[in-house]
């Protein structure tokens, strides 16, 4: 079922599906500038551009472009200098929501956490350990 919602682009009231996130007019627009900036990378000497010099010779926005990243319309396979910014520091990534650096430390503290967790059940169970001793018998 539809959802009524703003354009987060010009403001008016939309119909949201689930299919696109801005109104009709502003997503014939965007195609539009999909296109500019399609035949701009498609070019030989443009192929290596990077988001800056796409945004200055296009005239898209930079969030545009990172969100044709992130859906995958742009392909930094074919476009080596794309990407988006990761969730988590800002650096441009081409998959997920983290960049390298950030996934590698989120293991590391992971890793540190579950050795603690480790080191704390060990020291449980040598707290626990029970000592008996016989007496004498006669």
Known sequence: MAELRNCPTCGDFFNYTGVRDVCAK??????KMY????RFLRKRENRAANIDRIVEATGVTESL??????KGRLQPALFPNLGYPC???????TTGKLCVK????????????EAAEELREAMKEQDRATYYSQKDRK
Request: hydrophobic share 30%.
């Open 87 to 93: 969730d988590k520091c800002g650096s441009l990534t």
């Open 26 to 31: 502003c997503a014939m627009n965007e195609e």
């Open 65 to 70: 472009l990172h969100r044709w990243v992130r």
């Open 35 to 38: 296109e500019t900036v399609y």
């Open 102 to 113: 950030c996934t590698d430390e989120i293991k590391r503290e992971l890793n540190t956490i």
